[in-house]
């Protein structure tokens, strides 16, 4: 009780579900014997094990000890204590110990809506005035049509914020609404009964729907209704300042040329949002079918159309130096646009692009969306026996191998987590690459029900909150040592109030584009709580979208 706190004991800072495994790691040089568990409330110890050193070190070379607490199951709120060396952060265990966090994590993204008031009642703290009404964005010279001329006034409100800057990019709206609507897909009854308090809640659709139906609505509009084609982004030519409010960032708008990454990318998620949205709110769902199909022609006739900024700068004025999301292979995004459209359609025309792809894994990003369809045929699987089994179970065999790898990943380093065995892990967005992970290995989860799955995709929980080199629990207001200056406008330009809660932080990422002044270049520890990193501490929705996935989905599966 009377011991000091220390940062070197590092574990999951909001807490562990009861059954499965608890575990801490200790840094430390000395020999450690033994840890215990304090029950914070009743002031007791409750449990005693032996410090277990590992074989592994640290990258940057520090020695490590495995503090297992798995066999304490009781709900409380507890300290782990290292006799001569100090205590841990609190942390909970408990059957409903990721609830908060779960609808924290989705919420955020009602706090990312444009063009919008967030009153008292559902933002409290975080109130503020509405910015961006898009209603007035004009036609950059490179997106010019005979229809739409450039300088053209076109409106196209609402949506979500890309992430800390305020523009609103399809390519990475697309892997955010797929990856959110796939997580209700696979959850359904526990978003049956989750609330967020957001405006639009308690009229029978839930909140999760709800919130995405916000973002749907923008990325229409994004859609020429004359030819089907869509626009790359929504953007002013430079980014605001990193200190503006909403309301005060009112630069003119634009909306910039159509490419067939955004194309296909929009066309698979409001391919899916058609068979999803079907029971709540049938016309919608005609309507994004609709929208889906017309996007899918124009891709057909335009195939190559890449969006290069630097290209388009030399032709263009003025200039845009904001998010390029600029993709040069689009095999991926060819075959998620097909699945999507495969399983709300049937249409065998969408199968025989599917049938020409490649079944090799590879993990969702912004760039990489091949599995974000492939999950969903797997998901519905039942659905479509249009789909010859051999093929189907070569799917599914390429899955668990991929998961297989990344859980005994888990096994070769201090963190014990599948994240960070390799250090290619540690790009712009790693919090990311450990969510997509955790994702991965629910889905081996649910086709085979075997635990080691489950418990390497909750390892990953335990890396983002808090059981990693840097000690951070990287979600926005959950954790003892949780990030404080993320690079979000909406933050910065707020200093009066802690940051906006639940959102994950980019993470350690050693290339540092930022320039900015970080502690350590050692990958997982390149990372700084400095609102200037943008390449290690920015807040964006492809990233909160893969981590609200993985903490609602542990937490459903923890109700099942
Ligand atoms: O594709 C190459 C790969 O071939 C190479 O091996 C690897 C080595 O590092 O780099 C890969 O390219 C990286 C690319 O992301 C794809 O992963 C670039 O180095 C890296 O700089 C790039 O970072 C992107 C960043 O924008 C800069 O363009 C992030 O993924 C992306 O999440 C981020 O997105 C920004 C938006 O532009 C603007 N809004 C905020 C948002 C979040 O920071
Ligand atoms: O704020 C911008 C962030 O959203 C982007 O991810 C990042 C990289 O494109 O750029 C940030 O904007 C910075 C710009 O690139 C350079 N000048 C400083 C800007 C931050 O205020």
Redesign the pocket.
């Known amino acids: 009780d009377s011991l000091e706190l220390s940062e070197a004991i590092r574990l999951n800072q909001v807490g562990y579900l009861p059954e499965g495994a608890k575990v801490a790691i200790l840094l430390s040089e000395e020999s450690v014997d033994g840890f215990f568990v304090w029950d914070v409330v009743e002031k007791a110890v409750v449990f005693e094990a032996k410090a277990k050193e590992l074989e592994m070190e640290t990258l940057s070379g520090q020695r490590a000890w495995r503090l297992d607490f798995s066999a304490l199951s009781e709900s409380g709120t507890y300290e782990i204590g290292v006799p001569g060396l100090g205590k841990s952060y609190p942390f909970e265990i408990g059957e409903n110990v990721f609830g908060n966090l779960a609808g924290a994590s989705l919420k955020a993204f009602y706090f990312q809506r444009a063009s919008v008031d967030i009153p008292r009642e559902f933002g409290g703290t975080w109130a503020r005035s509405m910015g961006h009404p898009d209603t007035l964005v004009r036609i950059h010279p490179s997106a010019a049509s005979a229809t739409r001329p450039s300088g053209t006034l076109v409106s196209a409100p609402r949506g979500w914020y ?4 305020y ?1 609103k ?1 399809v390519v ?1 709206s697309g892997i955010t609404v797929g990856t959110l609507l796939s997580l209700y897909e696979a959850y359904p009854a526990f978003f049956a009964k989750q609330r967020l308090n957001i405006p639009e809640s308690g009229d029978g659709v839930p909140d999760i729907l709800v919130e995405i139906a916000w973002n749907l609505y923008w990325m229409l509009a994004m859609q020429d209704p004359m030819d089907g084609g869509v626009y790359h982004k929504l953007t002013t030519a430079r ?1 605001e300042g990193l200190d503006l409010e909403p309301r005060e960032a009112v630069n003119q708008r634009y909306l910039v040329q159509k490419s067939t990454a955004a194309t296909l990318d929009f066309a698979a998620v409001m391919a899916q949002a058609a068979r999803v949205y079907k029971a709540f709110s049938p016309e919608d769902a005609i309507g994004y079918q609709k929208a889906a199909e017309k996007a899918w022609s124009w891709a057909l006739e335009h195939p190559e159309v890449y969006y290069r900024q630097n290209e388009l700068n030399d032709a263009f004025d003025p200039d845009i130096s ?5 993709d040069q292979n689009l095999d991926d995004e060819w075959v998620w646009a097909a699945a999507e459209l495969f399983v709300s359609s049937h249409n065998l025309n969408y199968w025989e692009v599917l049938q020409r792809a490649e079944l090799d894994y590879r993990l969702p ?3 990489q969306v091949k599995w974000l369809g492939f999950y969903s045929l797997i998901r519905h699987e039942k659905s479509l026996p249009q789909i010859p089994a051999e093929w189907m179970s070569t799917l599914k065999i390429n899955l668990v191998t991929a998961a297989k790898s990344y859980q005994n990943g888990a096994q070769s380093h201090v963190w014990l987590s599948p994240m960070g065995a390799e250090p ?1 892990d540690f ?3 790693s919090n ?1 690459v450990a969510a997509n992970q955790g994702i991965l290995l629910l889905e081996a989860y649910r086709l085979n029900g075997e635990d080691g799955f489950l418990q390497g995709a909750r390892a990953n929980l335990d890396y983002i909150l808090g059981r990693n080199a840097t000690g951070y629990s990287y979600v926005t207001g959950f954790g003892s040592k949780t990030p404080l200056h993320p ?1 979000h406008r909406l933050a910065v330009s707020r200093q009066d109030l802690p940051p906006l809660p639940g959102f994950l932080v ?1 993470g350690p990422n050693p ?1 540092q ?1 930022d320039g900015c002044d970080y502690a350590s270049k050692v990958p997982d520890e390149s990372y700084v709580d400095d609102a200037c990193s ?2 290690s501490n ?3 929705i ?2 909160n979208a893969a981590f609200a996935y993985l903490v609602n989905a542990i937490q459903a599966t923890e109700e099942l």
């Open positions: 890309d992430a800390g800057d523009n990019y990475n980014f904001t998010g390029a999301y600029g990003s912004w760039n290619k790009i712009w967005g990311a690079h980019g290339s584009q943008y390449a920015e807040i964006a492809n990233w």
